[in-house]
C-alpha cells in the first residue's frame, strides 16, 4: 500500500470556524490531490499540486484554499466552514501526470460542519 | 467539457456469475485515460484497472477486464466469476489535460454491487 496518510480521520465543527486537513505522504511522489466525496456526485477534485509550492484549482476550489510547503505534505484550508462541506474528504498522491498514472488514495477524512 | 455517466446506481450478481458495470464519458480530448476503482464499506479506495486512449487492446487484470470501445465513448469494467467481496462500490473515471496543460479529472458517481450467495 502507498503510504499516504489523513489527519484528522473523523472531525466535527461549527460553522464559520478555520478548518485545516493534512495529508502526508512517503512516497516521494510529485503529485498530490484533494477531493472530497459526496452522495450523487462521485468524487470531485478541489484542488492538486505539481510540486512544492505548486498548486492549482479543480472543479470545486471554492471556499477551499491548499498549501504544500514540503514534498510530502499537503494541506487544505477551509477558512470558514459551511454546512455544504460536510463531505468525505480524501487525498491522493500519483507519482506522475501522465493520463497513465494511477492514484494512490488516502484514507478518507470525515468532516461534519454543523 | 469533460463527463462521466454511470447509469446504473445498483446492481445485483449472483456469486461465480459475470456482471457488467457501464460506463460512457465524454471529452474533445484526444489523449485521456479511464480509471476504475473500488470503494468497499470500509471506505478506502481500490485501483482496479487502466485503459488509454490509444490502447487498441481491452484492460486486463485478473478477474477484472474494460471493455473498451472509444468510437461509443464507453468503458465498461467486467467482472468475471463474481465474489462476496466484490460487493462494493465501483467508480469509473477519467483523467485529461487541457491544452494548457492543466490537470482534469472526472469521476463518475458510482455503481453499487451487492453480490449474492
Known amino acids: 500500500d502507498a503510504g499516504i496518510t489523513q489527519s484528522p480521520r473523523h472531525k466535527v465543527t461549527e460553522t464559520g470556524t478555520p478548518v485545516t486537513l493534512r495529508c502526508h505522504q512517503t512516497?516521494?511522489?510529485?503529485?498530490m490531490y484533494w477531493y472530497r466525496q459526496d452522495p450523487g456526485h462521485g468524487l470531485r477534485l478541489i484542488h492538486y499540486?505539481?510540486?512544492?509550492?505548486?498548486?492549482d484549482k479543480g472543479e470545486v476550489s471554492d471556499g477551499y484554499s491548499v498549501s504544500r510547503s514540503k514534498t510530502e505534505d499537503f494541506l487544505l484550508t477551509l477558512e470558514s466552514a459551511t454546512s455544504s462541506q460536510t463531505s468525505v474528504y480524501f487525498c491522493?498522491?500519483?507519482?506522475?501526470?501522465?493520463?497513465?498514472?494511477?492514484?494512490?488514495f488516502g484514507p478518507g477524512t470525515r468532516l461534519t460542519v454543523l | 467539457a469533460q463527463k462521466i455517466t454511470q447509469t446504473q446506481p445498483g446492481m445485483f450478481v449472483q456469486e461465480k456469475e459475470a456482471v457488467t458495470l457501464d460506463c460512457t464519458y465524454d471529452?474533445?480530448?484526444?489523449?485521456?485515460?479511464l480509471f476504475w476503482y473500488k470503494q468497499p464499506s470500509s471506505g478506502e479506495m481500490i485501483f482496479l484497472i487502466y485503459?488509454?486512449?490509444?490502447?487498441?487492446q481491452n484492460a486486463t487484470e485478473g478477474r477484472y477486464s474494460l471493455n473498451f470501445q472509444k468510437a461509443r465513448k464507453s468503458a465498461n469494467l467486467v467482472i468475471s466469476a463474481s465474489q462476496l467481496g466484490d460487493s462494493a462500490m465501483y467508480f469509473c473515471?477519467?483523467?485529461?489535460?487541457?491544452?494548457?496543460?492543466?490537470?482534469?479529472?472526472?469521476f463518475g458517481i458510482g455503481t453499487k454491487l451487492q453480490v449474492i450467495p
Open positions: 499540486s505539481y510540486g512544492v509550492k505548486d498548486t
Open positions: 512516497e516521494n511522489h510529485r503529485y
Open positions: 473515471a477519467m483523467r485529461a489535460f487541457t491544452s494548457g496543460g492543466y490537470q482534469k479529472v472526472t
Open positions: 471529452t474533445s480530448d484526444q489523449s485521456y485515460g
Open positions: 485503459q488509454g486512449s490509444y490502447d487498441e
Open positions: 491522493a498522491i500519483s507519482e506522475d501526470i501522465r493520463v497513465t498514472d494511477e492514484q494512490f
